[in-house]
């Protein structure tokens, strides 16, 4: 149908390795870029805050995330450690006077140095026992941030982010946030689509798959495992400085306890392995269905169709990730990327489907 | 630094540390026969709590009936686990199993005080609160019976291993493609393995339970057991005992000097430092089999 590939000729490297061959992918592409650009104007406040902002940055930690679970196949459980680091040394820099800019990327990298120190254990062990470092490491995070005074300002404590200005401009009000998270989102998004396209790539690709035939063929497993730890520790330090700056604009250490590590590593296996279009869905399935779910029960139980206490309600969250992390896993393990894709699969040769792709 | 304080910190954590280790053995149980990282057992071992909360009180079933019974119950939902979830994900890589171990770990977590109510249930199992005085110590007396059934159960599991049935689980974590050739059924085997780890689960969440009342916090003794299993080694059933009796005293002296320096809280820290140490050291633990894949 529309995504007909009748006319479309690769007859340069360059056209035949670009990322969307398909115009009508194209178009999406540009359509999705023009109403994320238009979004303050289109929707209202309370959509843009509360619902479109998180799901930006949270797509972009799980864009990070999914670099390191997908690409190079490392399982991590301790992602929101590492988010949590990035958000604080932020507004620590921020606070001792340098700009945004500049704080950012330092918190990035502080969060890259210590993710790096959760990718050395990686270097000794893998699968079973690098799950259980990375939650041991999450433990041990957490309680330093919330225990040194320096940093978190006790465990009680809340953090306020200081108020900063990007490029010149005073960053205030939910449509100026929504364009510094829009920013860093694009950016992360147009990094991990050109991955896979690139040397660093595919040598991920090679480590994920059996990484002593990586080494084999010459691509350095310890080297291309740590630097995959690095990239997405980056990712997420920056991701977490975002969410403290522009969406929570206070941090507490509770915001990056391991239930926050779980959510990040639901949205990746829901939305699917090493696929961009998935961390997206992902992010916005783990995101939104509680709070879909929740209005949907309360608004069933002010109805008084569904009798269901408080204690139900305040439980559905984590009933919910669990059972899309339980469900994806036995029924779709490539997540919702592979339903878009299938789907895509079905439209690119309809009304043909005996000429399989 | 007095002796006496000493001695009772290290004798307590001692006690609580075999507790953890009944919590552990579900875990080692499970890794043993399948492979399989069972990051489940914390949230299993919550949900054994809370049935036999659910049939003692609610139900008022005699004390001794609900234990039978929860114990049953836990024993058939270890193996329907592995029946409905676990045989679909035979073949798919490592980490799709440690998530969806870790996936149900989470639903379990919310269901369960969904079902029954999130606030603390007292558990009486006829344990008196009277501390044991022995000499100048003072010792829980449900820490005592707690260790001591421990020590029972996880001797039992090992007398398991001794019988044909246990043979068999052995053979299967020995090398499953050889146990099938001999007629083995490896499903069987490692079905029955997730059984006996629901009991070990049901056995932990009681006694815990009656320890600290049943709610959603007993799922966090995964990762005290994750510490014990691992140092232990998580195939070593006679690991666990040593390295649980090891993870609980460091637990309890570690924060009885420090905390008052510190200001607290250095208690939580103990299993997770546990685990890193081990990781750098000895990945296999003190007792495990030396085939950890390294790259």
Redesign the interface.
Known sequence: MFYRLAGIRHTRYAADRQLWPVPVDRAQIAALTAFAAAAPLLLSNLYLGSYLLPWIIWSTAALGLNLLMGWAGQIHLGYAAVMAIGAYSTIHIVRAGLPFELAIIGGGLLSAVIGLVFGFAALRVKGLYLAISTLAMQYLVDWIVSHVQAISGGSQATLQAPAFRVLGLPVAGDMMRYYVALAVCLVVTSFLLNVGRTSFGRALAAVREKDFAAAIVGVDPFYFKLLAFWCSSFVGGIAGAVLAFCYYRAVTPEQFNLDVSIQAVAMVIVGGLGSVIGSYLGAALVLLAPIMLNNLVAALARAGALPMSEEVLSHIPLILYGGLIVGFLLFEPLGLAKVYDNLRNYFLVWPFRHARR | MDLMYFAELAMNGALVGLMYALVALGIVLV?KSSGV?N?AQGALAMVGAYVVWWLADPLGAPLWAAVVVGILIMFFFGRAFERL?LR??IG?????V???T??????????A??LW??QMKRMDIGIGQQPIVLGDMLINRAYLAGGVVAVVLIGLAMLFFNSRQGVMLRAVSDDQTASWAVGISVERAIGVSWGLAGIAAACAGILWGSVQGVDWTLSLLL?KA??VA?LGG?DSIGGVVIAGVAVGILENVIPGYIDPL??G?TR??V???V??LT??VR?FGLFGRED????
Do not use: K
């Open positions: 890794f990282a990051l979830a679909r994900m798919q890589p490592v980490i799709m440690i998530m969806l870790l996936g149900t770990e989470i639903l379990l977590r919310g269901s005080p969904a109510g999130a990762i994750l510490a691992i998580l510190v200001g809280g939580d820290l299993a997770s430092t685990i890193l990781m750098l990945p950890i894949e390294r790259v």
